[in-house]
Every structure is written in C-alpha cells, then in structure tokens.
C-alpha cells in the first residue's frame, strides 16, 4: 500500500523560504519509472503543480515557479523534499504531494499540509 | 505554455447525467485524467488514459477524448458525487490542470 504525508511549517513570513518534506512508503524511488511531484491549493482555488523529481533524479519544475523552487530526494529515507524561496501571503495554500509511475496518473496523494503565510 | 478550460460549475439532478469537458488545443492527441476532489479533502484520481476507471471507482464514471474536448461523464449521478473534478495532461514534460469544475447536485 502507497502513502505519503506531508510535513513542514504551518506559518512562515514574507521572503522566507518555505521547506516541505514528502515522507512515503510503499515504494522506492529508487525504482525505474518512480516519481514523485508536489502541488499546491490556495484556499478555494484550483489545483497548481509545482515541481516533480524522477528515479533517475530528472526534475521539472513548472514554468511560472522554476526560479523560486527547488526538488530534492533522500532514497535512503523515502522523502522528497521541496524548497520554496521568497514565499508571498499569494503562496498560502495546502501543499500536497503524490506518487505517479512512468509519467502516467498521480495516485495516490497525501493529505496535505496548509502553509500560510503572513507577518 | 498549455492550457485546459473547464467550466467553474456544472448542475446535475440526482440520477441523472452529468457531463463535465476539458478543453485543449489538440487535447485528443494527449492522454487525460481526471481527479475528484471533496470539500476538506484530497485529489482522488477518478478516470486515467481517457477512459479507464482506477479499482474502487464506480462504474457510472466514464471518460472520453477527442478533438480538442475530453469529457467526464457520471451517469445516474448521486449526492456523494458533489465535488470539484479536475482534468490533468501532460505537455512537453509538465504537467497541467484544468481550472476545475464544481459539480452540485441539486
């Protein structure tokens, strides 16, 4: 069985950098076809994705966060990391992040965390 | 870069049909999936590879893709389907959503 569950502050202030880890079991990452990406959800808004790292350590960012966001993976301890600099009050929202084999579906997802940010 | 449109909201009575699109330049030539999403809770992926029902997904969800339109389509549709339904694709290795779709059953 796939999970993953996210973690990380709940409220950082403006021009802070927000640092999310994705913790999940049930796969490797290590794993030919594995990937793992991260989205995001402001309050009553549609979903965004953010970024997504692969097996072989390709990542992809999407175009209108590339220069704000990086995406790392710990094999060792099943996680995924995503840094975020300059957070805004705009980035406030819940982070989510999901598992997707070879470039397919994400399922499942995890339950998110909602960051807020604020002075 | 890629776009997918949706309309924001869609209205259904309880047991009939309900019909959402996505719309996309050449949308047929790519695969789409389709996610549910409950108030306070996670995506939930609902239909995969256009038209495939992941196990545990009832059989009044069916999914469809040609042109420029992929539709979503929830036959005899019932109060524990009112939710946000997003489509998703993929373009030149990123991926995109559609703005979501508010299903409410009246």
């Known amino acids: 069985q796939i999970t993953l569950k996210e973690s990380g502050p709940t409220l950082v202030k403006p021009t802070q950098t927000l640092t999310l880890t994705c913790t999940f079991s049930g796969f490797s990452l290590s794993t030919t076809g594995v990937a793992v990406g991260w989205f995001r959800q402001p309050p009553g808004k549609a979903l965004e994705w953010l970024a997504l790292i692969y097996w072989d350590d390709d990542k992809r960012y999407s175009p209108s966060l590339n220069s704000r966001l990086t995406i790392t993976k710990d094999t060792s301890k099943n996680q995924v990391v995503l840094i975020m600099t300059n957070m805004d009050p705009v980035d406030t929202a819940t982070y989510f992040c999901s598992y997707i084999l070879t470039n397919n579906w994400f399922a499942p997802w995890g339950q998110g965390t909602l960051v807020t940010v604020s002075s | 870069s890629y776009e997918l449109a949706q309309p924001p909201s869609v209205s259904v009575s309880p047991g009939q049909t309900a019909s959402i699109t996505c719309s996309g330049d050449?949308?047929?030539?790519?695969?789409i999936c389709w996610y549910q999403q409950k108030s306070g809770q996670s995506p939930v992926l609902v239909i995969y590879?256009?038209?495939k029902r992941p196990s545990g997904i009832p059989a009044r969800f069916s999914g469809s893709n040609s042109g420029n339109t992929a539709t979503l389509t929830i036959r005899g549709t019932q109060a524990v389907d009112e939710a946000d339904y997003y489509c998703?694709?993929?373009?030149?290795?990123?991926?995109?959503f559609g703005g979501g779709t508010k299903l409410t059953v009246l």
């Open positions: 590879q256009d038209s």
């Open positions: 050449k949308l047929g030539d790519k695969y």
């Open positions: 998703q694709t993929w373009d030149s290795g990123t991926v995109v």
